[in-house]
């Protein structure tokens, strides 16, 4: 990821980088305002691979070169010097779409588009069998995040705004809930602020990374339910929504510990029939 600072500037105290946090190395060189942007990947990604569960999905960390050899579907030697390196954010080899996924605003939609192109010339140079790479459509979701020394619950929302480009913002809860369920149906949200995303950025991270990286333990859960990923104490779990909302009701659920974190992904709301869906406003411009 390539995610650039567009947060208004860097804070000279480290104190409020968001690097205080369990589990993170301090000599970490990673800037604070990157934090959510890279978070933003690994949790839209992560979701898509629940979303297509029988996808051989490859992600941004695997070049076009590596996916075309490891996946026989075209002939790398096609491939011009300038496509050796690139790596989109999602390509889906089973049906031939790939995403990039980007934060909300004009700027990146538009740098969003020219990388798809980029990106689909090099894969349809190198493909084989008179097929094609297209950008994919319909990928959109929301995510909630109660995290360890948060006051707020978080919401991550992305949506599809041309083909092959997807779009993110991040958001708060407008006032203080005792459960996620709460505050989604409440449906108030705000933009963060430079010194929530300093002083938060790191948990958020840390949360979301914990549950990817033990996403083996994961299963998808099919149709309008949603699931909590509950990551205390290194214990990865989900539970169907009907037991969520008991859990909620008895007062069972507890808050983070530290260091943890849980991620709750809820259905999309149903895309309007009209007007088509618009690019997620920029905000306060989020690092990517």
Known sequence: MSD????????????????????????????????????????IAFMYGINHPSSRVYYNTKSIKAITEETGFGDSSRLLPGDLKICPDITDVSVLVLFEIKPGGEQAFEEGREEVRTYLAALNRAILNNQHFTGGRDFQGEVLIRFAGGQYIWKLEWKTTAPGVVQY??????????????????????????????????????????????????TSISGTMGMVIDLIGGVATTIVWGAILGRIGSGAQQPPSQGGGQVIPFPARPPPSAPPAQRPASGMSLPR
């Open 4 to 43: 650039s600072s567009a947060s208004g500037g860097a804070s000279t105290d480290p104190a409020v980088q968001g690097y205080n946090v369990p589990g993170r190395s301090l000599d970490s060189e990673m800037p604070w305002n990157l934090f959510l942007g890279n978070a933003a990947h690994r949790l």
């Open 169 to 218: 913002k991040w958001t708060r809860s407008l006032q203080r809930f005792e459960s996620e369920e709460a505050a989604y149906k409440s449906g108030q949200w705000v933009d963060l602020s430079v010194e929530e995303i300093r002083q938060y950025g790191g948990w958020v991270a840390q949360a979301v990374e914990g549950m990817v990286s033990r996403r083996e333990k994961l």
